[in-house]
């Protein structure tokens, strides 16, 4: 009996042994090793191909022919001198318009160094305020251009009808006995809604006094002149 229990516990030993010792099946080691390293992907297949094209050589260029090159001289000789006769046609063309805009707007007079005081900014304007609260005019000056020699003061009157000139000649009137002997330049003109009726209007006016010109040229000069600035002020207005 002891020896048959000997030979069992013999037999099971040598069975556990020979268990331990048996390899694993592939299928064990296969999974054990994917779970051992993370999955990859080869590079050939994750790596985009791309197609590689070869670039075309620049084709060099040949030297031109003596004909090509006399071709190119002529035709930029002849552009250079199309190009230099429509220079000289509008430096004409800028001669003429400068000739008609002396002719238009004159040539601005500095103001001399010995001017009368009576003809300067302040005494010119405060004469022309004066002369409106003596006569009583309803007006005002609206703006004065003393800029150039003479001064010329653009101002406006309230008339009680479009056919209303008594009012500016009032005040003309007063100015002149505040320059006696001076030279003048006078405009004027009326707005209404009914230049024949009998509704208020409004009268614009310009005014300028100054020493008579030394003779009758420098005096169409001044002429023309004063009436360029009238009509600046009254565009720009």
């Known amino acids: 009996m002891r020896t048959a229990i000997v030979a069992l516990v013999t037999l ?22 994917a779970a051992a390293s993370p999955t990859t992907t080869p590079r050939s297949a994750a790596k985009t191909r791309e197609r590689s094209v070869a670039s075309k050589p620049t084709p060099k260029r040949g030297p031109r022919s003596i004909e090509t090159l006399e071709h190119e001289v002529r035709q930029l000789t002849a552009d ?16 003429t318009a400068k000739d008609v805009t002396a002719q238009l707007e004159g040539e601005a007079t500095p ?3 010995d001017a009368d005081p009576r003809f300067a900014e302040d005494a010119f304007l405060a004469a022309l305020n004066e ?6 005019l309803s007006g005002q000056v609206r703006g004065l251009d003393c800029t150039e020699f003479p001064c010329i003061a653009h101002g406006q009157l309230d008339l009680d009808n479009p056919r209303d000139r008594e ?11 505040k320059y006696p002997g001076a030279d003048f330049y006078l405009s004027q003109t009326v707005y209404s809604d009914d230049p024949n009726g009998d509704d208020p209007a409004q009268q614009r006016f310009s005014m300028s006094f100054y020493p008579p010109p030394e003779d009758e040229a420098a005096q169409r000069a001044l002429n023309v002149r ?10 720009a207005e």
């Open 12 to 33: 099971l030993i040598g069975f556990a042994l020979g268990w331990s010792m048996k390899p694993s099946s592939p299928a064990r080691e296969t999974a054990v090793a």
């Open 80 to 95: 250079n001198a199309a190009a230099k006769a429509r220079i000289a046609e509008l430096e004409g063309e800028l001669d």
């Open 111 to 113: 103001w001399p160094s």
């Open 131 to 136: 002369s409106l609260d003596e006569e009583k």
């Open 167 to 177: 009012k500016l000649e009032r005040l003309f009137e007063a100015m002149k006995a």
């Open 226 to 235: 004063m009436r360029s600035r009238k009509n600046a002020y009254v565009d």
